[in-house]
T-cell receptor, first 117, second 111 residues
């Protein structure tokens, strides 16, 4: 079965540094998402992306965050200047095959654990 | 999107059916019921969804009451690998729209 791939699985960074989390969505999907989960808390929506632009974002997704689809396969989340509170598991997801209605099944990657020291 | 209420935790014996309830008393006529699960901090995994009819797939069955104010996810023969947090999400079908996760039910399947 096709899957969403995320790299790296673990990322350690110093506070104030920039990080880029990478995702390869399922190849013929049209919608892309980033979520995060702080340890012991619920999964939180960050941003959705369609047709090369942000379609929706949450309050968490402030100016420190940006997303990009630099080529036909990758989808990235950049955190410009990391804070301690950015430490979390970050999940990428994709949905909706081109030309099909899949009723909102989001497919999630296995996540990148970001630790900010 | 309508709010859902789930018990925080449940236990189930291995091999028995696991019945996970969800209340969504404010559900609107065009809102679907979705179930996802998250196994030990892995990415959430789609299980099943429905509008008003009962649904079954290879993973589970979804029973929606006639008034649609509650539903039950049934794992017919739970295994240890079904230990996970199960999320009931109610939302309007909106292509590309986000999913909002609550706290879910932590299901422990015990030998």
């Amino acid at each position: 079965e096709p899957e969403v791939t995320q790299t790296p699985s673990h990322q350690v960074t110093q506070m104030g540094q920039e990080v880029i989390l990478r995702c390869v969505p399922i190849s013929n999907h049209l919608y892309f998402y980033w979520y995060r989960q702080i340890l012991g808390q619920k999964v939180e929506f960050l941003v959705s992306f369609y047709n090369n632009e942000i379609s929706e974002k949450s309050e968490i997704f402030d100016d420190q965050f940006s997303v990009e689809r630099p080529d036909g396969s990758n989808f990235t989340l950049k955190i410009r200047s990391t804070k301690l509170e950015d430490s979390a598991m970050y999940f990428c997801a994709s949905s909706e095959e081109a030309g099909k209605t899949t009723n909102e099944k989001l497919f999630f990657g296995s996540g990148t654990q970001l630790s900010v020291l | 999107d309508a709010k859902t209420t789930q018990p925080p935790s449940m236990d189930c014996a291995e091999g028995r059916a696991a019945n996970l309830p969800c209340n969504h008393s404010t559900i609107s006529g065009n809102e679907y019921v979705y179930w996802y699960r998250q196994i030990h901090s892995q990415g959430p995994q789609y299980i099943i969804h429905g509008l008003k009819n009962n649904e079954t797939n290879e993973m589970a069955s979804l029973i929606i009451t006639e008034d649609r104010k509650s539903s039950t996810l049934i794992l017919p023969h739970a295994t240890l690998r079904d230990t996970a947090v199960y999320y009931c999400i109610v939302r309007v079908y909106n292509q590309g729209g986000k999913l909002i996760f609550g706290q879910g039910t932590e299901l422990s399947v015990k030998p």
